[in-house]
């Protein structure tokens, strides 16, 4: 399955969409058990390379480098201690967590475990982190919540942090907030995470989210504010409609956390363009092509001249569709799809009733590594020429912890790294960019979002850049993004 979605909670929640059906009062996803037993640890991990073995193989146990200019100029000259829970004189185990083994979306996330193992196999070959080799376990978490907190405990038990997570049932983080460090105190993990949905995963004390949630923490219900990122549906109206725009914002409806996602998104393009949301449909990410007749002669009665697809790739390419099967004139209406759209599936599948759909990202695509080192890089190690973009997600998580450990490790040397040092030194983190690669991410506070985008079009079935022109570039203006006040509670679908 390829699906891909926007740093913007709104687009992280279209995956839920795509991926769920309703959810049990206690957060578990459709069909969870409460009594499912706790998974093994899947058997895929980024083993330790031992870059002094002649023959380049891996080892589980391999001796640390001594190489100071390939460890980043940490010292490595001294001894190496065994400082905290996963982290040995040799080794520095993480855990990746992902939603993926599950029969209502088969592999949805397996792209972030992946995207998680390139790195840490990048930086193996590279000379390792802070004087060691670095471990990457696969947690799958199921699209499950039980195993979501099961995937807490095994961090907690096992590793210095998490890198990558990307789940939908981070409902209950009270062992990820405060499990003991090896010293005993209740320091919690370390979460390095790409996608993050429910409130309290959000508002972890100890989660430091690359898809920013852009909200106010902490949550409970009620009233949130948010710092929405609508600069590419901003450019939409000015330079695809020319004027007063209105027209549907395709709502995920599958899940309360999809549908309250949605709600500030709504708010803030109206606020921040010349656009008017006349309807708001809720659609399920599992909907047939059928279902979308009924959405048409509204759009047709009202004269629309704007559609934005807040859901997955999926949605979009059938609204499309089901537009050109019943006579509407598509080329009357400007068509926006968040990062969702972004696959080789929306273009072979969507043909030609996708032309001319505009598609807009965070970071540099991933035709232009010319323009990139980072991206490069990335694009050498995943191993293919249109990776998902949860693997862009959880290098970039990767990025992240390889910059915070080597912070500490320079300045305090290797036998500083705690989960607790850990925790500091992200928290001191305001300009985070992925090396140039994605708009950045200050993670002082969870109440904001990079107003950074650039926006590609389906032209000859092709991703196209059109704005801005000028390869490995991103607008990154500060009027790309508003501030909004909303109560999800009292949205109401048409």
């Known amino acids: 399955m390829n699906r891909r979605w926007s740093v913007a909670v709104l687009l992280v929640f279209a995956i839920a969409a795509a991926a769920c059906g ?14 499912t037993p706790a998974s093994e640890p899947t058997d895929t991990t980024a083993e330790p390379t031992d870059t002094t073995a002649d023959d380049g193989g891996s080892d589980t146990t391999a001796a640390p480098t001594t190489d100071t200019a390939a460890a980043g100029g940490v010292d490595c000259s001294g001894p190496l201690e065994a400082t905290e829970i996963g982290v040995t ?43 060691r080799q670095v471990e990457v376990e696969f947690w799958d978490s199921k699209l499950n919540a039980t195993e979501t907190v099961n995937g807490f405990l095994r961090a907690c038990e096992s590793a210095v942090a998490l890198v990558g997570t990307t789940v939908l049932f981070g409902n209950d983080t009270t062992d990820l907030n405060s499990c003991p460090d090896q010293a005993g105190n209740p320091t919690g993990v370390p979460d390095v995470a790409y996608i993050t949905t429910e409130p309290p995963h959000q508002c972890s004390t100890t989660s430091y989210h690359l898809s920013r949630p852009g909200a106010s923490c902490p949550y409970d219900s009620g009233e949130r504010d948010h710092v929405v990122s609508g600069g590419a549906v901003q450019w939409a109206v000015e330079n695809g409609v020319g004027g007063p725009a209105s027209g549907a914002f395709l709502v995920p409806n599958d899940l309360p956390s999809t549908i309250g996602a949605s709600v500030p998104q709504i708010e803030g393009h109206q606020q921040l363009t010349d656009i008017t949301y006349d309807f708001n449909f809720g659609i399920s990410g599992r909907a047939t092509q059928s279902e979308f007749a009924q959405y048409m002669q509204p759009l047709r009665d009202s004269g629309a001249n704007f559609v934005y697809n807040g859901s997955n790739d999926q949605t979009m390419l059938k609204f499309r569709q089901e537009a050109e099967a019943q006579g509407l004139d598509t080329d009357a209406i400007t068509w926006v799809c968040s990062l969702s759209c972004y696959t080789p599936g929306f273009l072979s599948e969507g043909g030609d009733a996708v032309e001319g759909t505009y598609v807009w990202t965070f970071f540099l695509p991933f035709d232009e590594a010319d323009t990139n080192d980072e991206l490069a890089t990335f694009m050498d190690a995943i191993g293919t020429d249109f990776p ?24 305090d ?28 991410a200050n993670f002082e506070t969870t109440l904001d979002i990079s107003p950074c985008f650039m926006v590609l079009q389906v032209q ?6 059109v704005h801005p022109e000028e390869r490995g570039t991103l607008d990154c203006e500060s009027g790309n993004t508003v501030q909004v006040t909303v109560n999800p509670d009292t949205f109401v679908l048409d």
């Open 460 to 465: 000859g079935g092709e991703f196209v850049r």
């Open 22 to 35: 309703s959810r049990g009062d206690d957060g578990d996803s459709a069909g969870a058990d409460d009594d």
């Open 413 to 440: 040397g290797p036998n500083a790294l705690t989960r607790q040092a850990i925790l500091d030194e992200l928290a001191t983190v305001t300009d985070f960019d992925v090396n140039g690669w994605w708009g950045a």
């Open 89 to 131: 004189a040799d080794t520095i185990k993480v855990i990746v967590m992902a939603d993926s083994d599950s029969p209502l979306a088969p592999g949805l996330f397996q792209g972030a475990a992946d995207g998680a193992i390139a790195w840490g196999e990048k930086v193996n070959a590279n000379g390792g982190l802070a004087c």
């Open 388 to 411: 998902e973009a949860w693997a862009a997600g959880a290098w970039g998580d990767g990025v992240l912890f390889e910059q915070v450990v080597t912070a500490i490790a320079e300045r």
